[in-house]
């Protein structure tokens, strides 16, 4: 079957995306080589993949009748097993709240890339690749909703997640053996050069924190411009 790498249409390729993390995290990504990505039933948030409650009354009633081979508790496993994320930030600018929840304001790390970018890399992988902005929404007032992949659930988060202005980068991996599917991935990126835009440095680390990731960048060999957050920065 052909390789599908879909993209929501609202979401233009300039688009710039920001991924808050930890010093640990960054050495993984370039030790190697790779972008992690974690299964989605493994993160804290309990309403991941929920279905609303109208379309697991669908698929229920649906199963009843022999329409269809599943029910709603297949279904809603399989969406979480079968696929992994990895979650990106939509803004050109810092949010203190994301390095205080992500990173850490002395020894956080931003990487930032755009779409197109992340487009790029995501086509040497030769797999399917979806790529949603997060809609955040009350699951109990969600009416009507037609479901086609297994993944579409995860285009949706609960509204107290609204500050996360999420970016989600999907990978599905369900094969007849999804029950078995491990709890990370990691997937090849063949120049970080051509990925990351650039890297920047919590607002409170210290000047031995900064020297260090600049020497640990160029070891290496990546030559994206590093520079301190602007939230570092008393306006004169």
């Not at 599917?181 to 890297?199: G, K, T, W």
Request: proline share 4%; net charge positive; charged share 25%.
């Amino acid at each position: 079957m052909p390789i599908k790498v879909l993209v929501d249409k609202d979401i233009q390729q300039k688009l710039i995306l920001r991924r808050y993390i930890d010093l640990p995290k960054l050495l993984d990504m370039l030790h190697t080589k790779s972008l992690y990505f974690r299964r989605a039933d493994s993160f804290a948030d309990r309403l991941e993949g929920a279905l609303f409650p109208s379309v697991r009354a669908s698929l229920d009633k649906s199963y009843t009748v022999g329409d269809i081979g599943t029910n709603a508790d297949y279904f809603y496993r399989r969406s979480r097993i079968g696929n992994y994320v990895s979650c990106w930030t939509r803004s050109r600018k810092d949010s203190m709240a994301h390095w205080q929840l992500y990173a850490g304001i002395r020894s956080g790390i931003v990487i930032t890339t755009t779409v197109d970018h992340l487009l790029r890399t995501a086509l040497t992988w030769k797999r399917d690749v979806l790529v949603h902005r997060v809609q955040y929404v009350d699951h109990l007032k969600v009416k009507n909703y037609v479901i086609g992949r297994y993944s579409d659930p995860l285009q949706f988060k609960h509204e107290a997640y609204k500050h996360e202005n999420e970016v989600r980068v999907i990978i599905p991996q369900e094969s007849d053996v999804w029950e078995s599917n491990p709890i990370e991935l990691r997937l090849n990126v063949p120049d970080f050069n051509a990925l990351i835009q650039s890297i920047v440095i919590a607002p409170e680390a210290s000047q031995e924190f900064y020297e260090a990731i600049k020497d640990l960048c160029s070891r290496y060999g990546l030559k994206t411009p590093i520079r301190r957050s602007k939230l570092a920065y008393v306006p004169v």
